[in-house]
């Protein structure tokens, strides 16, 4: 059987390998629109906690609160990174790490304006959930390659999630 490669869908079939393999590109997270405000409120929360923390004499905690400040300034004004994620019979890749599906005890989607995410559970009960957004057009088969190896769960933002979408980093 001919091997055949779909360009724009990036999926690569072969009924004799019996191996299915599928490759898309994402943004590795939600770029979040940001404000002059934005910027000036967390500079103002930075100055108020530096503030607390000369007064009582924190020295150490007003290192942690520069650094925050700076980190996060940072990160929110970075690019978010074009990922290459494939999915095979062993398991996802992202870029050169390959992420096996026994890793996992389920799956789930998310769906946020544009974006469609797929959050996959660990099976390690401290180990954070994994997020790989996709695109939409290529969203029914990777949803099926998924279904057809672990069980599908709602999913739903935790605190965390919650925190981070409110504060738009």
């Not at 150490?60 to 650094?67: D, E």
């Not at 995410?117 to 990777?142: C, D, N």
């Amino acid at each position: 059987m001919a091997n055949v490669w779909y360009n724009m869908g990036m999926v690569k079939s072969s009924r004799a390998a019996k191996t299915d393999i599928i490759t898309w590109e994402a943004e590795e997270y939600i770029v979040r629109d940001k404000t002059a405000w934005w910027y000036v409120g967390l500079v103002a929360v930075g100055l108020i906690l530096a503030g607390i923390s000369v007064w009582l004499q924190w020295w150490s905690f007003l290192v942690v609160v520069i650094l925050s400040v700076v980190a996060l300034m940072i990160y929110a004004m970075r690019p978010p990174r074009v990922l290459r994620y494939s999915l095979s019979n062993k398991g996802i890749s992202e870029g050169s790490k390959l992420y096996e599906y026994s890793e996992f005890k389920s799956f789930g989607i998310l769906h946020e304006g544009n974006n469609f995410a797929i959050v996959l559970t660990p099976m390690k009960r401290f180990s954070p959930r994994m997020m790989v957004f996709f695109p939409e057009a290529q969203g029914e088969e990777i949803v099926d390659a998924f279904g057809n190896r672990l069980p599908m769960e709602e999913v739903k933002l935790d605190v965390l999630d919650k925190l981070i979408k409110f504060l738009r980093i």
